[in-house]
């Protein structure tokens, strides 16, 4: 049996990449007033990978590189007045209340009464913490993990933090780039759980369809289920 | 003697406040090119404040609310050219290497001879992370606690994961309001170690003077003499 269950929580529990959308929506309305001859979408993704490494993940770095983009790609005509209504946006994204996805909470509480839970999430420290604490799930969680980068390495250090070793550590998330492939690196197990709405810089990698420590849920109600499963097969 | 010692980081150990310095004279800079009839210092640093509860603290918050005040003050004609001399300061501020203060190295490696150590910072995850990295300290430190905010619940927090008493702790750290005054408030130690840049909202408290449990350095030379002073003390 897994000693310890680690769960993602941006868009596997709770409402997250529809707040980016919407951002993004709100940009491309803004910009349609302005001349522009590139092609915004890619414009805008690259430069977001590109800040990636200066700003980390969070809502903030997402609107400061619409804001820089939207200088770029209107030859800087974009107004004082646009700007601020892309700074308003971000701080409707950091107030939001957490939305939590169908049968987030009813898995949450199901896991816990036979696994120690640790939340492990990335990006905003103070945005992560607000949203942890509104979601109304903190309590199940012995541990809760916002971390800057998922990597292996990370990862690691949680599990012994928890005092146990990868083969009893099992992951369950809806990003293949940060909950699966790093905790099937380690030899840790990793239930994939997608979303429709993920960002594609999430997605890019293939599914790890030939590890036996690696299982997909179609949805959270199919989680439970498939730990038992994976649980019997590390007998 | 203190079992564990915590020691804050920004204008502690190394320098912090004063980009956020540079940063604001840039902005006085940029807004000199626009008619502003309002006191610009006191519309900013309450912006800023008012800010703090939705971005937290951190470089992009504080680039965020500046080019919020900039929106403002010049009734919505700062231009998107200058919006992004604000962002390339952000991006400055983020990448800009540690600049350890003088005897910082010293104090963190004599300190460690004797007393297991804990960094505790608040702010950007990500930021404060590269920080410690980029600082050649890390390796002094059991821990690295980087929070939202320093409260006493925080602190209490830190100590029992530290699996000690709050009265075997002692923090060392740069502002009243961060480091020194939640930790006596849970009956911990503290030494107070001024430093010439610190944000005037980090010191508007009053020096605890009548409290036993505190004193205050001159310098970082001067901590371990004191730390020698309060352990004779709660003998």
Chains 1, 2 share one sequence.
């Not at 971390?147 to 009893?168: H, L, N, T």
């Not at 810089?201 to 199919?222: Q, S, V």
């Amino acid at each position: 049996m897994f000693k310890v269950i680690g769960l993602d929580a941006d868009d596997t529990l709770w409402e997250n990449e529809i707040f980016y959308r919407r951002g993004r929506k709100l940009f491309n309305h803004l910009l349609s007033s302005y001349p522009v001859d590139v092609d915004v979408e890619t414009f805008v993704h690259n430069l977001e990978i590109q800040n990636l490494d200066t700003y980390g993940y969070g809502a903030a770095g997402f609107v400061l590189s619409l804001i820089e983009a939207a200088d770029a790609l209107t030859k800087s005509r974009f107004s004082s007045q646009d700007t601020v209504r892309l700074i308003d946006h971000l701080k409707v994204m950091l107030s939001t209340k957490v939305q939590l996805l169908e049968g987030a909470s009813g898995l949450v509480a199901t896991l816990a009464e036979m696994h120690r839970l640790v939340l492990i999430t990335k990006g905003d420290l103070r945005h992560q913490r607000l949203k942890v604490d509104d979601s109304g799930l903190a309590g199940y969680f012995e541990r809760v993990e916002i971390v800057s980068e998922k990597s292996p390495d990370v990862y690691s250090r949680i599990i012994a933090d928890c005092g146990i070793d990868p083969g009893d550590f099992l992951m369950v998330g809806n990003s293949l780039r940060s909950d699966i492939l790093p905790v099937l690196e380690i030899d840790a197990w990793a239930i994939y759980v997608p979303n429709e709405l993920t960002w594609s810089h999430e997605t890019l990698e293939d599914l790890p369809l030939h590890e036996p420590r690696f299982a997909e849920a179609a949805t959270l109600n199919d989680v439970p289920g498939l730990v038992e499963a994976l649980e019997a097969q590390d007998e």
